[in-house]
């Protein structure tokens, strides 16, 4: 009878032993999960992800920490968008952040009207239909807009600065991206009030645009302006490395193209619009409604030039623009 009242306390020791982390992990808190859709690739995010995760670290948020996200990447194919957001509301996610154009705000916003989304918007939100108001955006979005494609005009213009002897100027375009046909006709104005002639290519895969940069010699353009594509983005280095073997002058969007060798780029910083998304996730997490939110606008915008790219490429870079530039390369 001992040992069998031995065995049986065993037993039961052993049963309640098993059953202990399952109750210590029943009593820890729930760790939030937040998605992030991205029609870019992660390959080339890096710089804005550690600029997100630090905007989240300043609200008290750190990954693998109090915070899980599920990363979501659409490498430049806009049509995955949609199956990759319906993905993070199947999780039900707490906050869906989307980077990469309007079109990943769009995908998300189809996706769902509850869960709240912090968007990266690359126009207009409010005339592309989006939210409401920059001040009262309303719904379950809001986020910042970086003015892509308003700033394409000034893009032209200071490549036309630049490389004044260019009397012709290419303009690449992807086709599949919404924004195309606005972009080719506020560029066309451009470079009409510049007195330029502009030819305009299209490519939406790795091989058309290496048959854009073919045609372009073809069509003997001076200097190249890349619009501003989450697809073009993610294809830098190939862009960049195709400029320098055709040796043309080209400018970008973001200073990371000018940093991979770019001649000039001119647009938003990258790493202060995704630290203020980060931040704005993280107030969202605690409380507060994207329809309180405003939709941000920035206010500085930087200006890099590579002189070395310069160098190479037999251009001096005139002295008004180097006055404007924020940074130098050398």
């Known amino acids: 009878m001992q040992f069998g009242l031995r065995r049986r306390e065993v037993i039961a020791l052993l049963g309640a032993a098993a059953a202990w982390p399952l109750a210590a992990r029943a009593q820890q808190p729930s760790v939030p999960a937040i998605g992030f859709l991205s029609s870019r690739s992660p390959s080339e995010s890096e710089g804005v992800v550690t600029a997100f995760r630090r905007g989240l670290r300043e609200t008290g948020f750190i990954e693998g920490r109090n915070l899980a996200i599920a990363f979501r990447w659409a490498e430049g194919r806009y049509d995955r968008l949609p199956g990759l957001a319906a993905e993070l509301v199947g999780r039900n996610v707490g906050v869906i952040v989307t980077t990469g154009g309007t079109v990943s705000a769009r995908a998300a916003k189809s996706a769902t009207s509850t869960i709240p989304i912090v968007s990266v918007f690359g126009g207009d939100p409010v005339a592309d239909g989006l939210v409401a108001s920059f001040a009262r955006p309303g719904g379950n979005l809001t986020g910042l807009s970086i003015l892509v494609r308003e700033l394409m005009p000034k893009r032209l213009e200071l490549l036309a600065e630049m490389v004044p002897q260019a009397g012709a100027i290419a303009l690449l375009v992807n086709p599949s991206n919404p924004n195309a046909?606005?972009?080719?006709?506020?560029?066309?104005?451009?470079?009409?009030?510049?007195?330029?002639?502009?030819?305009?290519?299209?490519?939406?895969?790795?091989?058309?645009?290496?048959?854009?940069?073919?045609?372009?010699?073809?069509?003997?353009?001076?200097?190249?302006v890349v619009a501003a594509d989450p697809f073009?983005?993610?294809?830098?280095?190939?862009?960049?490395?195709?400029?320098?073997?055709?040796?043309?002058?080209?400018?970008?969007?973001?200073?990371?193209?000018?940093?991979?060798?770019?001649?000039?780029?001119?647009?938003?910083?990258?790493?202060?619009?995704?630290?203020?998304?980060?931040?704005?996730?993280?107030?969202?997490?605690?409380?507060?409604?994207?329809?309180?939110?405003p939709v941000q606008q920035p206010t500085t915008f930087e200006l890099v030039v590579n002189l070395n790219t310069a160098k190479a490429l037999?251009?001096?870079?005139?002295?008004?623009?180097?006055?404007?530039?924020?940074?130098?390369?050398?």
């Open 232 to 293: 073009f983005n993610s294809r830098r280095e190939q862009l960049v490395a195709l400029a320098a073997r055709h040796a043309v002058p080209a400018i970008y969007e973001w200073r990371e193209f000018a940093t991979a060798g770019g001649l000039i780029s001119y647009g938003t910083s990258l790493s202060a619009v995704y630290r203020q998304v980060g931040i704005y996730t993280g107030r969202i997490l605690k409380g507060e409604k994207p329809a309180d939110l």
């Open 314 to 330: 037999g251009l001096t870079v005139p002295p008004s623009i180097l006055a404007r530039a924020d940074e130098v390369i050398e």
């Open 181 to 224: 046909e606005r972009i080719i006709r506020e560029v066309q104005e451009a470079a009409r009030t510049k007195g330029v002639q502009l030819h305009v290519l299209k490519a939406g895969t790795e091989g058309e645009i290496d048959a854009a940069f073919a045609s372009l010699v073809e069509l003997h353009a001076g200097a190249l």
